[in-house]
């Protein structure tokens, strides 16, 4: 079986080996919620990667926190995913827990996928 790169986080297959991921669909899925849950300056030689979320979430709550976050994706798709195309983002918060779901298409394999995350800011 051919695989494609490391399942995050890390964690053993067997006594040997770590968990793989096997398909571009998988990989793309991870590489996409890494750049979502990415803080700027985070990534070593890359200050400008990732869509900052953490830091929007303890702003003062407003709606703009959506909105920004919803600028931040797109941007930060189109720079390091330009093969990931946007269909629908849905981000609300509530009580200290923002809800993300996020429907997209991958250009190059056609096929469609979705990514939900729910971050606690408790």
């Known amino acids: 079986m051919s695989t494609i790169a490391p399942e995050l986080p890390l964690s053993l297959d067997s006594e040997t080996t770590y968990r793989m991921l096997t398909t571009l669909k998988q990989s793309t899925r991870q590489n996409f919620k890494c750049l979502v849950l990415t803080t700027p300056g985070e990534r070593i030689m890359d200050p400008d990667f990732g869509v900052g979320i953490h830091q929007l979430l303890f702003e003062n709550e ?8 919803k600028e931040n994706l797109y941007d930060q ?7 990931v195309k946007i269909i629908n983002i849905r981000a609300d918060i509530v009580e200290h827990t923002m ?6 298409y991958i250009t190059s394999l056609g096929v469609s996928d979705a990514l939900s995350l729910s971050l606690d800011t408790e």
């Open 99 to 104: 809800r993300i779901a996020i429907q997209y």
């Open 77 to 83: 798709t189109n720079k390091y995913l330009p093969f």
């Open 62 to 69: 407003n709606k703009d926190i959506v909105e920004i976050f």
